[in-house]
């Protein structure tokens, strides 16, 4: 294969992306990105099979045996040919590899000031909180079957899903009823995220045609796995603030019940709202700030960090505060208040 | 005993002993080899009986045959049997076994106390890991992820406990061959002399002694976990689940090349001897293997791209994944050059070997899909991963089994199988395995995800095709068995080089006698000089 | 296994092995793998340790007051010893004083029955207290806290113990196989069986013994030294 016809092919490639490919359609520009790097995969694989398979099918019906006295060449190796079809398949691996982490790299990254919804996994269900308090579950449809939830966002706006595994009912203390392992798969926008017990997970995405998309639990949780769907319904901008601030909206904003725990639970006491120093660091400002961890290391405040300096205080203490103080608030905040203390912190900026 | 009389004309490895006794504790690499051979293929049928129940099911829209707590099980046992029963002991217990000591003219392994034992540690292993049954079963996946796999379940913990003893049956395997290779070669069998299906077996063996103790500690914990509740993996206690993937996939990866690694032997000794042709590029090939079971070892975070792992360590794992690639190619190529010029004899065997270049080039690209971070992102635990592994390791794997059975088959047993009926299991089993798992690439790409129990309507089509082939595939392997069994009672009889192969097994009477050479060869040459 | 040459001690090598010192090589090779096998098994326990003891420093500094320095220090010095009666063991079956051998080696399997008479204490103490791995964990914190000397007793407490346990029980276990492995050797010596040309099981058992007693000396500090 030499390196003319690929750099022909790559040129030709918008054009196969999508409508030679068996992707679905694809949603996102992420998604048309992967479209293209699965086209020129696609390509180059089918070149390659072409050499390999068609080679070998040419020289079984050219060298066929014809007597069972054959003679037969003695080549043993030609270290130009080997040079080639090692090194050529190396440079297109690089090549896809660097492709594939450029795009990744824009997967992992949210846009600044995406609108953020809270996603809980649990056997087998979805369920969305958006931070006005608006909470989003499956129900039953006209015919009593199982509906399952639709979270609606905005069209043409980046979305940035923060997720958590939960157990089958809240409250449980049932030992088997632990949260399990989900993921959160979008495949009009080629992305999924593995929903991690213990800690949180995000994941973002930007629809940019209106419509319904499916959304498919892709890692096994059980017998419900296959049922644990969920679907996207992207709506123009409008008709999504209408939505958001029609019925169903919770009694209060997400921060508010925030602020109410901040106070009755006491967090008060020694994290001040204001930047003034007390026992513990101030939460003012706080979010998304780099810090210096006591013993070394640096942490940035964000959703994994706070919930964790609620539920394990020692874990990452602040540089020059006092470790040991705080008591551990595992088993006295459920998950929602967690979230609700987390979304309070990041309107304090 | 060898004693004179062992050493009459028509005594051979099979007759050197008489009853069920002498060979449930014999201890000839030739007889343990054999007994492997009927296990795994015992196990190679239940297993494949689950899968051809998962097929059925998946043929219609919701519930068609059983319900989705009984789907997840067959699904585990499925793919527990077949990687830890069937694929890991396939090729080096059962070939690697009987062919690794002939073709380097050794007597026997260098532990054959060790190598007998090993085949009782994968019965014990097999018989606890079952015992699961009777506890209602397993519905984990095979790959027992965490936490959903802690649920305090006698049966996780027998399958975790089987998983433990079974991998032992590896580990010693494994150790036998990497000494007997050291230590046993006969004279002037230099390292560079040694046949590549050696050198495959060599690289898989560094992998099993390496990789399966790390699983057996992973599995150890997971046993406890389900007894003691010790936390490692349970976030309750501030333990990781991801861990349990990093510490599985550890082994589990390098065990991919354990399945595989053994079947690009098989494939260069077929070629070279169907082609009646020396091997081109016998050094690349040999340090191919050596490169991927390096490599392995590196490669094991390519299954956690979505897992919640930081963005650079997706990177590096994507990047080491990509270098798989390269000595992987380079086999493929030097096979494909092996055939210009050469004599070809499309004999079932060399059909195998042509099916297997097929398969696995197709199972090979795809790989390179899954490597790109970001088609992956798509791809990871949809259908076009379950197409993808199952064309390289079912597609190569098995393919090269059958290949080898019927190629070794006249040397192990002095009998010819009927060239015509195998060519039919083979053309059965190539294109049931098309029509099978080439429109699960297709569903996985528009997103249907794997170990599901129902989908959506619009993937029916597909699912149904792939249903057909599967049956193909059982209709293939039936008539594959059927041969083999005639080939044992009434296949014609065989000289000692029916195929003319130049490795030292041809060189030997078929079957080959107890010690295997009545004296000890002497090599002046590499293994394929075919001149 | 059939047998076709003998040497003078009367040992006969396997029939596949050219010479009786080809089979010794070989063993010892095999036994060296093994070793590696089980060096990455503990591995896999040793990387959980250093993941965990990174997150929660607090459990295992408070986890570490429960173990008896005393009684883990001598048990170091028990297996020391062993492994050193164990090394002589070998020498005496190499100069052939059989006498010197026996004694040695059964100095070795006192010393692992030492070892494990203390690991008995020590576990009934704990298990007594309560302070069992994850799920099976009966500590009372108010107790325990005295315990320590009015330290904090972290929740994940029993996260220490899962490690504690699995770690020396895995280990525990292997001394008992060693102590297996020591009195069949040791029988063998009696018989005579071994001499300067053939003595390998003695050696094999000899790496293995010396394995599991490196394998203590890193879990000592990291199990009782770690505050």
Redesign the interface.
Known sequence: MSFKPLVLLSLLLPGVAGASTFMPPAATVTAGEVDSVYAFLLITSLISFIILIGGMIFFVFKYKRKSATDKTAYITHDHTLEFVWSFIPFLIFMFVFAWGWKIYHDMRHSPEGALEVHVMAKKWDWRFLYKNGKEVTSGLDDKGQKAPATMVVPVGKPVKLIMASEKISAGSTDPMDRPVLHSFFIPAARIKQDVVPGRYTTMWFQLDQPGDYWVFCTEFCGSGHSAMKARISAVPVADFEKWLAAEGTGEMTLADKGRALYSSKACAGCHSADGTRVVGPTFKSAWGASRDIEGGGKATVDENYVRESILNPNAKVAAGYPAGVMPTFAGQLSDDDVKALIEFIKTLK | MATATAHHENSNYLNHEKGLWSWLTTLDHKRIGLLYFITVALFFLVGGIFALLIRTELYSVGETIMTAEQYARVMTYHGAVMVFLVIIPGIPAFLGNFFLPIQIGAKDVAFPRLNLLSWYCLLLGAGIALTSLFFGGADTGWTFYTPYSIKHSPAVICMALGVFVAGFSSILTGLNFVVTTHKLRAPGMTMNRIPLFVWALYSTAIIQVLATPVLGITVLLLAAENIFGIGFFDPALGGDPVLFQHFFWFYSHPAVYIMILPAFGVISELITTFARKTIFGYTAIAYSSLAIAAVSFFVWGHHMFVSGQSEFAGIVFSFLTMLVGVPTAIKLFNWMATLYKGSINLSAPMLYALGFMFLFTIGGVTGIFLATIATDVHFHDTYFVVAHFHYVMVGGTLMSIMGGIFYWFPKMFGRLCNDAWARVSFVFIFVGFNVTFFPQFVLGSLGMPRRYFDYLPEFQHLNRISTIGSYLIGIGFIVGLITIIHGLLKGEKSGPNPWGGKTLEWTTASPPPHENFLTTPVVTAGPYEYR | ??T?KSSSTGHHH????ESAD?EY???K??VW??L???I??????FV?YA??HH?????FKVGSKFTDVRYGATNTVVLLASSLSMALGIYYNQIRDKNKAVMALLFTLLCGVIFMVIKYLEYSHKIHLGL?????YRGNAEELAQYVGGL?I???L??YF?FY??MTG?HGIHVLVGMGLITWVTIRTARGEFGPEYYTPVEGVGLFWHLVDLVWIYLFPLLYLVS
């Open positions: 296994m059939s076709v396997a029939h596949h092995y080809h090589q070989s063993s090779q095999g793998l093994f590696c096998t089980e990455l098994m503990f591995g896999g326990l959980g993941i965990f997150l929660f420093p607090e459990t069992m791995p994850g799920d099976w904090e972290p929740k994940n029993p996260l899962s346990f699995m895995l």
